[in-house]
């Protein structure tokens, strides 16, 4: 099944704060994660692959990426 997952980043010079939701029409959207992480790209690569497995590797994903 192919699944959208948007991640919204509120970003610092001391961190970076990530939201990942899948909306769901007709229900309530489902908030998998709300992190800090220090701010270095590679710290969203491996939040986003980390959600990939947690949420199960035999669906595909299209990953929106946004920020403030």
Known sequence: MNRIIKI??????TNYTLCAME????????????????????????????LKLKLGVSDTYDIECGYE
């Open 23 to 50: 909306p769901v029409i007709g229900a309530e959207d489902r908030v998998f994660a709300n992190i800090q992480v220090t701010p270095d790209y590679k710290n969203i690569l491996m939040f986003i692959e980390e």
């Open 8 to 13: 919204g980043m509120d970003v610092h010079s």
